[in-house]
Nanobody, 123 residues
Framework: QVQLVESGGGLVQAGGSLRLSCAAS????????MGWFRQAPGKEREFVAAISLGGGSKDYADSVKGRFTISRDNAKNTVYLQMNSLKPEDTAVYYC????????????????WGQGTQVTVSS
């Protein structure tokens, strides 16, 4: 079992920045690929970013590429999502997720989820 707790969400103006954190507890964090997803009201949950076990490989949705950066610190059992140049369309609940070994763009392939943190970007 892996327990995930997100933090760092909030209200920010367009063009601003936020840094989300996801703290993991339980089994070996370094054995899990990590992903960030988001879900806006009335919309499907969508992929944002994913990172490999050691952090050397990363994937991003086209909508956030160049603005968001995913990273992880295995010594601290934490994954981060640095969000810059935020836009109103980035408004959503952001979730971190974990799956063994191999990262994925599909939310259906992740086994463990945090409770989510709200990000609201005002125009």
């Amino acid at each position: 079992q892996v327990q995930l707790v997100e933090s760092g969400g909030g209200l920010v103006q367009a063009g601003g920045s936020l840094r989300l954190s996801c703290a993991a507890s339980g089994r070996s964090f370094s054995n899990y690929a990590m992903g960030w997803f988001r879900q806006a009201p009335g919309k499907e949950r969508e992929f944002v970013a994913a990172i490999s076990l050691g952090g050397g490989s990363k994937d991003y949705a086209d909508s956030v590429k160049g603005r968001f950066t995913i990273s992880r610190d295995n010594a601290k059992n934490t994954v981060y999502l640095q969000m810059n140049s935020l836009k109103p369309e980035d408004t959503a609940v952001y979730y971190c997720a974990a799956r063994p070994y191999v990262r994925s763009w599909s939310h259906q392939e992740y086994d463990y989820w945090g409770q989510g943190t709200q990000v609201t970007v005002s125009s």
